[in-house]
């Protein structure tokens, strides 16, 4: 991501969230390794959920979303795997992943911000998953 695009972002997400509630890493030119962002989530029943965006190909690549650990279904299965109905992907690092845009409605236009506020659609979803054991897609539609 360049620096003009770094700075829009971050931007808008310190007039969104306090500035304890979310980080880049790696951000500053030069710098090694993967660049990413790591944002809470609060869910409506009070959960507390750690975000990470990966950056690379950033805004031209959708951001890989994982919640920093691996979730369990209802059934207390780890969502490790690429699921349609729960709107995952493979796991990687021992963290389920978040299908949030389909590869068709990725712009380089979306910003971290809509990405994290389709992840805490996310997260109100499982939580919902949880209590119904209904799949995700009962209540998401596929975004292709």
């Keep these: 991501m360049d620096k003009d695009r770094y700075n829009a972002e971050r931007s808008l997400l310190s007039r969104k ?3 304890n509630a979310f980080r880049f890493f790696n951000m500053e030119e030069g710098a090694s390794g993967e660049q990413y962002l790591r944002i ?3 869910t409506n029943s009070g959960n ?3 975000l990470h965006m ?4 950033f805004p031209f690549a959708q951001p890989k979303v994982f919640v920093t650990r691996m979730l369990k279904d209802s059934k207390g299965n780890d969502m490790n795997s690429a ?3 729960m709107h995952t992907l493979s796991a990687e690092r021992g963290w389920t992943r978040i299908c949030h845009y389909g590869p068709a409605s990725w712009t380089p236009a979306v910003s971290l911000y809509k990405v994290y506020v389709k992840c805490r659609l996310w997260l109100e979803m499982y939580e919902a998953h949880l209590r119904t054991g ?3 897609d009962y209540y998401l539609n596929h975004q292709y």
Excluded: N
């Design 134 to 136: 209904k799949p995700l």
């Design 17 to 19: 969230f306090p500035a």
């Design 48 to 50: 507390v959920y750690t």
């Design 54 to 57: 990966s950056l690379d190909g």
């Design 40 to 42: 809470g989530a609060r």
């Design 83 to 85: 699921s349609s109905a």
